[in-house]
């Protein structure tokens, strides 16, 4: 797999949005959580939602997922909106997401856990797409008939990332990757989302490690309060004082 391109190598004329979510708003109940939020990732990018817990990221994510409806706006993939699929219809569409906390089957299998993520392809298909999840995390060839729970938790992030791989998808959704994880597996999980981004892949990145998601990143947008309050280039925002004065600890 080659080495990830620097964001600055990205052409300006990355191509038509993959992802544009326009206007959107979400509660739950009564409880209004977002609150017109716009965003776009485009063909190949790797953008990134940074912003406090409570901000809105995971609720988000969620309904770019299909895994709750929006009050209003639109969640549009390559162009077609698809505010009315179901969340497994998304999937085949072409929606992936890493949920928050891995959420990974922990009595089944390495093995197991990674051919659940590939259900709505062939088996000729989960079988490509198998050798090319083991040949991209060599540790979990290894423990591929291991219980998913005596995996590490590096080792189980790597899994929820390839599980969703096994979907295939052209919209790649992760929830915090590098929760719980040690800073030596942090660097590696950034490393991979790095690497995945170089093969093409468009990805939506939600995270509190904000220096580490912007040193990767495209494009940042930074969610308070449910409200999009910053948005631009990643080298932009790393500069900006008041991302740095809330975000970069500086």
């Known amino acids: 797999m080659p080495d990830a391109a620097p964001a600055s190598s990205v052409p300006s004329s990355v191509a038509a949005d993959c992802l544009v979510a326009d206007n959107i708003a979400a509660s739950y109940g009564r409880t209004h959580v977002l609150h017109g939020v716009s965003l776009k990732v485009g063909q190949g990018q790797l953008v990134t939602l940074i912003g406090a817990n409570g901000a809105g990221k995971t609720t988000f994510l969620r309904v770019v997922s299909g895994l709750m409806p929006c009050r209003s706006g639109t969640v549009s993939l390559r162009g077609a909106n698809i505010n ?21 089957f922990g009595r089944l299998s390495v093995e197991d856990n990674l051919r659940l993520g590939g259900y709505t392809r062939t088996e000729a298909e989960r079988r490509e797409t198998l ?88 494009e940042g947008y930074v969610l308070e309060s449910g409200r999009i309050v910053l948005h631009g280039k990643s080298a932009q925002l790393l500069r900006d004082p008041a991302v740095q004065k809330s975000y970069l600890g500086m």
Do not use: C, W
């Open 131 to 218: 050798a090319d999840v083991y040949a991209m995390f060599p540790i979990l060839t290894e423990r591929k008939h291991h219980p998913a729970l005596t995996l590490s938790g590096g080792q189980q992030q790597m899994l929820a990332i390839g599980r969703a791989l096994m979907a295939r998808p052209t919209m790649l959704l992760l929830d915090e990757p590098s929760m719980g994880l040690a800073p030596l597996l942090v660097a590696e999980v950034f490393a991979i989302i790095s690497r995945l981004r170089a093969r093409g892949l468009s990805i939506l990145l939600v995270e509190q490690n904000a220096q580490a998601s912007l040193a990767i990143a495209d």
């Open 84 to 104: 009315r699929l179901s969340s497994d219809k998304r999937v085949r569409a072409g929606v992936a997401q890493v949920p928050e906390s891995r959420q990974i």
